[in-house]
């Protein structure tokens, strides 16, 4: 698959190889660099001639940069989603409850 190295569910070196969630929890991201390998699920793992439906990507640790610092517009944009989705469109009122998505549109101008 994609000419990468195909590693079965638990066989893949920890010490040098790490899937996205691994690196977020150990608060790294990729740094630019692509996959170097695959990990096979669980369930592919038992059927090496059956191709994975589920792969995950392996990056390598030592190239994984620090992630990005938080800035206060990325802070603050997930409460100004939730603030358009619970504000009323026409009476401008919030709410403790979110609207659905076709009713948080603007209404049409009255001519």
């Known amino acids: 698959m994609q000419g990468l190295p195909e590693y079965d569910w638990g066989t893949a070196p920890t010490d040098q190889l790490a899937t996205r969630r691994q690196l ?65 469109p026409v009476c401008r009122r919030r709410f403790h409850h979110c609207f659905p998505l076709a009713h948080t549109r603007q209404p049409p101008a009255v001519p």
């Open 24 to 88: 977020r929890t150990a608060r790294l991201r990729p740094g630019g660099h692509g996959p170097v390998a695959i990990l096979r699920c669980r369930a592919c793992a038992t059927r090496p001639q059956r191709t994975c439906a589920r792969p995950a990507y392996l990056y390598r640790r030592d190239l994984a940069q620090p992630v990005r610092p938080m800035t206060l517009a990325k802070e603050a944009a997930p409460d100004k989603a939730m603030a358009a989705r619970t504000t009323c």
